[in-house]
């Protein structure tokens, strides 16, 4: 069964924190996508990626960079943490054919 | 331009009723329109797509009916169960390969009552 990992469920960081989110896949995926979700927002697009080591800018990238050095990993950093930071991110993976595969998500708390 | 807009924010409806979540979009270049079911704690799942080319796609209880020249599309539940409740996601997308992209609707929670 093809797998997008996100590796915390749950965080909880201090304002001004750097933060790491780690998404994985094991689907030989070119494109990667990392989103934040909120209530009454739906899914909004940070970042993408669409082969190693590039990047594109998505609807809402303003804080956020991300890096992809490896097919299999997408990061997500927050350079700067604020407390508006605070959301559900979901990383997600897609096929040749456009079908998006998503990670269980990884819920930041911002203080 | 890249907007889909999605209604009701929320919808309640008894177990063997029709749930109906409905979505319209702008931009003409969409080609691809999927829905996705989220359950809590988990990731956004594909559901069921349509390409424009058809007006309706059917799998078990769930269809899309298609409207291109209305440029709207909706979901439908038939005989809804309480193992349907969930956030629904429509979403429109365009572009080829790696250049494809998908753009989502707001959500709706869905709730079916026993």
């Known amino acids: 069964d093809v797998k997008v990992t996100q590796s915390s469920r749950y965080l909880v960081k201090r304002t001004g924190e750097k933060v790491f989110l780690e998404c994985v896949q094991d689907m030989d995926h070119e494109n990667m996508f990392w989103y934040r979700q909120d209530p009454g927002l739906g899914l909004r697009l940070i970042y993408f990626s669409y082969d190693v080591k590039m990047k594109e800018k998505g609807d809402i990238p303003e804080g956020y960079s991300v890096s992809r050095e490896k097919k299999e990993r997408f990061s997500l950093i927050l350079e700067s943490a604020s407390t508006n930071q605070t959301s559900m991110y979901l990383c997600a993976s897609s096929s040749p054919s456009g079908v998006y595969t998503f990670g269980s998500g990884t819920r930041l708390t911002v203080v | 331009q890249q907007q889909v807009k999605q209604s009701p924010q929320s919808l309640i409806v008894q177990k063997g009723g029709i749930s109906i979540i409905n979505c319209a979009y702008e931009n003409t270049a969409f080609d691809y329109f999927p829905w996705y079911q989220q359950f809590p704690g988990k990731g956004p799942a594909l559901l069921i797509a349509?390409?424009?080319d058809v007006s309706e796609k059917k799998e078990g209880r769930f269809t899309i009916s298609f409207n291109k020249s209305a440029k709207q599309f909706s979901l439908h539940i038939m005989d809804s169960q309480p193992g349907d409740s969930a956030t629904y996601f429509c979403a429109a997308s365009w572009g080829s390969g790696s250049a494809r992209q998908l753009t989502f609707g707001s959500g709706t929670q869905l709730t079916v009552l026993p």
């Open positions: 349509i390409r424009p």
